[in-house]
């Protein structure tokens, strides 16, 4: 088996398909990863385990007992700090926002949760994602996960979610 981290979405919802893996094996992987790397890469603005674990064991036992949602359950997401999240902060890559709790979920996330995704953490952005050069000395700057001696940056108003993806 490959590793999860670095499987398509496809392959992973197979692999949940076929039984070969499960939502809180993939989960656990993922937080393994950002465990090992994020401290270096600095790709993540919050990361939840618990609940990502939680959620991993409810898809599993959804999953076991016919209730799939579809081809995206108990697959890990991470969602830009820039996706409201009801109950969560969402920075928007400033220190003006830092401590804003978000009052609804936004769309974007409700469908994919919906569909059930586990949201694992979220990603830096460049400040209210206003820019294309992935820099924020506000909240942090990404590093290119393909060059950890030199900080390069990794481009892009995404580049938490350019990173993390990169990275595995």
């Not at 890990?76 to 409201?84: E, H, S, V, Y």
């Not at 999240?85 to 936004?106: C, I, L, N, Q, Y």
């Amino acid at each position: 088996m490959s590793d999860p981290t670095f499987m398509t979405v496809h392959q992973l919802s197979a692999a949940i398909s076929d039984g070969s893996l499960t939502s809180a094996a993939i989960v656990e992987c993922c937080l393994d990863r950002i465990a090992a790397l994020d401290g270096k890469l600095q790709a993540f603005v919050t990361v939840y385990e618990d609940e990502a674990r939680l959620a991993a064991q409810a898809a599993d036992q959804a999953i076991r007992s016919g209730h799939r949602l579809g081809p995206l359950h108990g697959i890990p997401i991470a969602l830009k700090d820039i996706i409201d999240m009801e109950g969560r902060v969402t920075t928007g890559g400033s220190m003006v926002w830092r401590d804003r709790v978000s009052p609804t979920t936004a769309t974007v996330a409700r469908r994919l949760i919906g569909a059930g995704m586990i949201v694992i953490g979220k990603t830096h952005s460049v400040e209210f994602a206003m820019g294309g050069w992935g820099t924020n000395t506000h909240m942090g700057t990404p590093w290119n996960p393909w060059d950890l001696e030199t900080h390069r940056t990794p481009g892009g108003s995404s580049s938490g979610s350019g990173v993390a993806v990169a990275a595995g």
